[in-house]
């Protein structure tokens, strides 16, 4: 069983950086892919970030390529999401999650097995 929290949300203005980071604890860390969604109020959770265990490749949601990057500390069991230049249109409650599933494309929301509790993200204009 795995624990994820997220912290690191909060308020930015348009433009601005932010870096969001994902504790595990009561896995082997180094085995599992992780990954970032996000939820905005009224819309369906969406992918925005995936870094898997096994070749540690990374992959993008196409709104978020070039300005946000995730990447691991397998020595710390942190995940972080360091995003960019972000748009008002980035606000959203950003999920972290962990899967041990190797024959997935680890950009579903039911690839997924451990969940964290969410980091709330808001861009102003």
């Known amino acids: 069983q795995v624990q994820l929290v997220e912290s690191g949300g909060r308020l930015v203005q348009a433009g601005g950086s932010l870096s969001l980071s994902c504790a595990a604890s009561?896995?082997?860390?180094?085995?599992?892919?992780m990954a970032w969604f996000r939820q905005a109020p009224g819309k369906e959770r969406e992918f925005v970030a995936c870094?898997?265990?096994?070749?540690?490749?990374?992959y993008y949601a196409d709104s978020v390529k070039g300005r946000f990057t995730i990447s691991r500390d397998n020595a710390k069991t942190t995940v972080y999401l360091q995003m960019n230049s972000l748009k008002p249109e980035d606000t959203a409650m950003y999920y972290c999650?962990?899967?041990?599933?190797?024959?997935?494309?680890?950009?579903?929301?039911?690839?997924?097995?451990?969940w964290g509790q969410g980091t709330q993200v808001t861009v102003s204009s």
């Open positions: 999650a962990a899967t041990q599933r190797v024959a997935v494309s680890g950009r579903g929301r039911l690839d997924y097995d451990y």
């Open positions: 009561g896995g082997t860390f180094s085995r599992y892919s």
């Open positions: 870094i898997r265990w096994t070749d540690v490749a990374t």
